[in-house]
Structures are given as C-alpha cells and as structure tokens.
C-alpha cells in the first residue's frame, strides 16, 4: 500500500520505517527541513534501538522524508497523523499541530480521489471527530462517501519501540466506517494480535485508559512502598509476590522514583482536565499525579538525614533520562532533583550513558564525568536515577548509595552503604 506518514517524532518515524519494512511504500513528512535531511541522510533525529539498521534498509526500497505534504499525500492512499500535542500549564494537550495537519490533507483532498485519513497522535476523546468536521470544511467533501477516517493509537515504549512495534499486544481500530477499518486491517495484516475495532471516542479513551492503568499501578506500588520502608518490609519482595498473581501480573511493580516521559505525566493530566471538564472529578488520576509529584522528595529526605547539610558535599548523579535505553530526558525525575540540589549548593557531577548531551544544553555550568566510576570517585554520595543496568558494575567502596530506580532490586549484589527510596 502507498502510505505517507506526517510527522517523524517517535511515533511517525517508527510507524513509517515498521511499515515500510513490512513492504509497505512509505514517505514521511515533516514540516522540519533538518528532520527531513537527517531521515534522508540515513541519520534518525531520534535514537531508539535498532532505527538507524532498519532505516538503511529500508531507504533501499524508497523509504523517504519531504516537507511537501501535498505530493506525500497524493502519491499515497492513506495518512497516518503522527505530530506532536503538547501540554498546557494546565495539563490540557494542545492539538494546534494536528489541526493544521488537518487543514492541509483536507486542501490536498480537493484533488483527489477516495483517501484515508488516520490520527494516530495521542488525542482525547472527541478529538477525531473534530478533525472530520475540518477535513470536510478544507476539502469540500464528506465523511465517509469521499474519505475515510479512523482512530490508531500507538502503545509504543521508548527504547523498545521497534519492537512493540512488530510485536504489538493489539491493534485497535477507531471508525465508524467499515471501508475505513478494511483498509487499515488489510494494512496491518501479517501482524499476529488481536485487532480491536471501535468507534472514534472509544479508540481514543483505550489509549489513555491503558497509560493511566500503567500509571495507577506504578503509583501504587510506590505507595505500598514508602509504607514498606516506614515498617521495615522489603517492598520487592511484596511486589514479587503480589505480581505472580495472574490477574495482577509482575509488570510496571517495580518501585521507585515516579514516572517520566513524554506520555504518562501528560496523558494522564489530559485525562484529568477532560474528565473534570466532562462535570466528573477523577480522584484516582489525581492521587496517581500527586504521589508521582512527591516521590523525588523522598530521595532528597533520605539524602538531607544522611549527609545533613548538602552545601558544598559533592553528589554523584548517575542516570539523567526517564528510562534506560533511551537518550530523552523529559519530565524526568532527575532534573527535578538536580534542580532541588543546586537550590542546596550541593557540587554536583553528573553521569549518563546516553542523556548528557540533553542535559548539557539545560544545565551547561555542571560537572559532567567521562564514567560512572570517574563520577562515584570522590564523592559523599551516589544518588541513582536512572535503571541503566551497567549502573550495578561500579565499584563504589564504601560511598553511601540511593538508589532511587531500583537498579538493585534484588539483595546480592548491593553496594556496602546502600539504601532504596521506598524499600
Ligand atoms: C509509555 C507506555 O508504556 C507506552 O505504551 C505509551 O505508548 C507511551 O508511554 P514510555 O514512556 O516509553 O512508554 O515508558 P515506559 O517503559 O512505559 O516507562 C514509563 C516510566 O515508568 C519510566 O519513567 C520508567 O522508569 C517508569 N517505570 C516503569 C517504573 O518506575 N517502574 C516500572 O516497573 C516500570
């Protein structure tokens, strides 16, 4: 099938090099003349495992990047809508981007024949409907005699992107046209899960349902764990046995420091704000955000009481990004925490595998070490902040270590002066 893709942040890259490698004929577009470049150079303006193999490969067989969204969109029968939709201070997403997307496949489909438009961008329920009314109004045509539209969220992990791609638990289908699901079943067909078909409000609720559980439960894991160490009960251990509950599961149980990224902070705020504006005040989604919101507090509690005052005493920082395995360190918990230490003049030295040079351009007058051991040298602490697994090699002697990520949740291999956040 002939695809174009706009948008090539996480989500538009991956579905567009995922697709094209299934032997679909895809062309991404970006508004970002760098972006397009870099794509067309073989070079990913993100990293995430495996891209930068799979783009080579797939360039060989015409995978490309342009800023001209009216050729992408006429040489393809199908547009998948991948661009970014920020937060507001108030938690509210922004569609201003997919709005203009919008607007400009709908001039496009003045032109042309039958199209399939698809929102694949994060967006609350309502959202997708809205779009028809735009796509309608630019292009003078009607849903769904003359173009069809469907709903397709991603449930992309950074860092094991491609793989959730090519593995996806399901795929779940939003329209309320049966050509529209045809289409995009036969797209995806080859890809060996469920296929979910809904209505628009539905696919876009099952996106922010399923990161708001996924949130919920790690909330709460790091609920029952700040409990634990107040009683002195290991709360991996609880998590292991409370995980091997078939109907609980061991995933998203390992306590910690609170989640990061680019979705679940701002998704489940979005739902918040939607759910409070449909007259219904979420109470769970709130306590989810505000025991999220306090976890890095405790690290900095537990690290006041140990050292006393901070001024002056050199902190080693390893781990800057939200996650391992990923270079993107937005919304998290480290930069709060750097943010909170520097208020303290605590002399920082910070080590990340991949999230440096992020960090570099927010807080370029720090320390940065070449290692994690050359940052542990010489320091009154170690505070870590990221589950980077390498993290368990350093040798860190006698220096007191927070582990604020879990990176050592089992006994055995703790350093000597060791202590979790909330175990
Ligand atoms: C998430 C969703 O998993 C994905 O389906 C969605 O499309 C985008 O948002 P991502 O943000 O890449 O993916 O990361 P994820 O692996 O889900 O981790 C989110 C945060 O939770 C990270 O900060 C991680 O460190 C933390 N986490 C995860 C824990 O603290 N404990 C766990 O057990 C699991």
Redo the contacts with the bound molecule.
């Keep these: 099938m002939n695809v174009s893709v706009s948008g090539t942040g996480y989500v538009g890259l991956i579905q567009g090099v995922g697709l094209a490698k299934k032997g679909h004929s895809v062309t991404c577009v970006d508004i970002d003349r760098a972006k397009v470049e870099s794509i067309n150079a073989g070079v990913p303006p993100i990293y995430e495992d495996g891209l930068k193999e799979l783009l080579a490969e797939v360039r060989k067989n015409g995978f490309k990047a342009t800023d001209d969204i009216r050729q992408a969109v006429l040489n393809s029968d199908i547009t998948f809508v991948c661009v970014g939709t920020p937060s507001s201070r108030h938690g509210e997403i922004k569609l201003h981007q997919v709005r203009q997307v919008a607007r400009e496949i709908g001039e496009v489909l003045r032109e042309k024949d039958y199209h399939v438009v698809v929102i694949k961008s994060?967006v609350v329920p309502g959202t997708t409907e809205g779009m028809i009314e735009l796509l309608e109004e630019h292009s003078g045509k009607s849903y769904p005699k003359d173009f069809g539209v469907a709903m397709n969220?991603?449930?992309?992990?950074?860092?094991?992107?491609l793989d959730?791609f090519f593995s996806p638990d399901r795929v779940v289908i939003g329209s309320t046209d049966k050509r529209t699901r045809d289409l995009i079943r036969k797209l995806y067909e080859g890809f060996d899960c469920e296929v979910v078909e809904t209505n628009f409000r539905e696919a876009e609720m099952i996106?922010y349902a399923?990161?708001a559980l996924?949130?919920t439960?790690?909330s709460f894991?790091?609920e029952v764990g700040n409990v634990c160490k107040r009683m002195g009960i290991d709360t991996n251990v609880v998590a292991k046995g409370v995980g091997l509950d078939h109907r609980i599961g061991p995933?998203?149980?390992?306590?910690?420091?609170?989640?990061?990224?680019?979705?679940?902070p701002k998704?489940v705020s979005a739902l918040m704000h939607k759910a409070t504006e449909s007259g219904y005040y979420p109470r769970v989604l709130r306590a989810v955000l505000d025991v999220n919101r306090d976890q890095p507090g405790k690290l900095l509690y537990l690290l006041d009481n140990k050292l006393g005052s901070l001024s002056g005493k050199r902190i080693a920082i390893l781990g800057l990004t939200?996650?391992?395995n990923?270079d993107d360190v937005r919304e998290?918990?480290s930069l709060t925490i750097i943010k909170d230490l520097l208020m303290e003049h605590a002399d920082l030295v910070l080590f990340d595998p991949m999230g440096m040079p992020a960090v570099m351009q927010l807080f370029p007058q720090l320390q940065y070490a070449q290692s994690a051991q050359h940052a542990v040298h010489g320091a009154d602490a170690v505070l870590l902040l990221?589950?980077w697994p390498q993290f368990q090699d350093v040798d860190y002697g006698d220096v007191y270590v927070l582990d604020g990520?879990?990176v050592f949740n089992t006994k055995d291999r703790r350093p000597k002066n060791y202590e979790g956040i909330c175990w």
């Design positions: 994060t969220p991603e449930f992309l992990r950074e860092g094991s992107a959730d996106k399923s990161n996924l949130a439960k790690l894991i790091n995933k998203f149980l390992r306590a910690g420091l609170g989640f990061g990224g680019s979705c679940f998704d939200f996650k391992e990923t998290s918990p990221t589950e990520k879990n």
